[in-house]
């Protein structure tokens, strides 16, 4: 499958307890964007990435997110501190070339936090 | 920032027959709006896309019309059949910005 992956598909965990997810882009795809869905809404959007270069975050976004793309490829987005409230799937996507592309979403990391 | 609406939350339609959604966007610099599908459980997938250049696009039973100066698009599914039941989401999106702002969706249920 040469599609965009994440890892975990879900995870469970309890409140007060830090997350990391990993998202692996398609091969080349210079852009990476990360997205949180909840029950019955579209996707939110979290942050972004070009190459290894964060730029831009969501207000969404806050201290206890932290998201990474150190080489370029994958990427990673920590939580801590997990509450209740950040329970929702999130969403990776990537896209290549001018801005605005299409974006190819993964398939998702489900969060429960108990 | 963008804010984008989406009608109906929920539809349900005779096999055979239309299905229309419908969505309104906020910022005059959107220019790219594609169009999602999600099956339960699985990732978004892109169905169809149109940018401000054109006014229309159709691509087998799948359309989708623009109108820049209402700020409103549509996607028009002709000859629906069992598996177009989804839920499909609008999207808009400005150059240089990047980032995707997604309407809250729309459930098509398609009655065989």
């Known amino acids: 499958d040469t599609g965009v992956s994440q890892d975990p598909r879900h995870k469970i965990t309890k409140r007060g307890q830090n997350v990391t997810f990993r998202c692996d882009p398609i091969s080349e795809h210079n852009r990476l964007y990360w997205y949180r869905q909840t029950l019955g809404q579209g996707p939110e959007f979290l942050t972004y990435f070009q190459n290894e270069a964060q730029l831009e975050k969501s207000r969404l976004l806050s201290d206890r997110f932290s998201a990474e793309r150190p080489k370029g490829s994958f990427s990673t987005l920590e939580i801590q501190r997990t509450e209740q409230g950040d329970s929702a799937m999130y969403l990776c996507a990537s896209s290549s070339g001018q801005p605005l592309e299409t974006q190819y979403f993964g398939p998702g990391t489900r969060l429960l936090v108990l | 920032g963008e804010n984008v609406e989406q009608h109906p939350s929920t539809l349900s339609v005779q096999e055979g027959d239309s299905a229309v959604i419908k969505c309104t966007y906020s910022?005059?610099?959107?220019?790219?709006f594609p169009w999602y599908k999600q099956e339960l459980g699985k990732r978004p997938q892109l169905i169809i896309d149109i940018r401000s250049n054109v006014g229309e696009k159709k691509d087998q039973r799948i359309a989708v019309t623009l109108n820049k100066t209402a700020k409103h698009f549509s996607l028009h599914i002709t000859e629906t059949q069992p598996e177009d039941s989804a839920v499909y989401f609008c999207a808009g999106g400005a150059t240089g910005d990047y980032k995707l702002s997604f309407g809250a969706g729309t459930t098509v249920t398609v009655r065989a």
């Open positions: 910022d005059s610099a959107s220019n790219y």
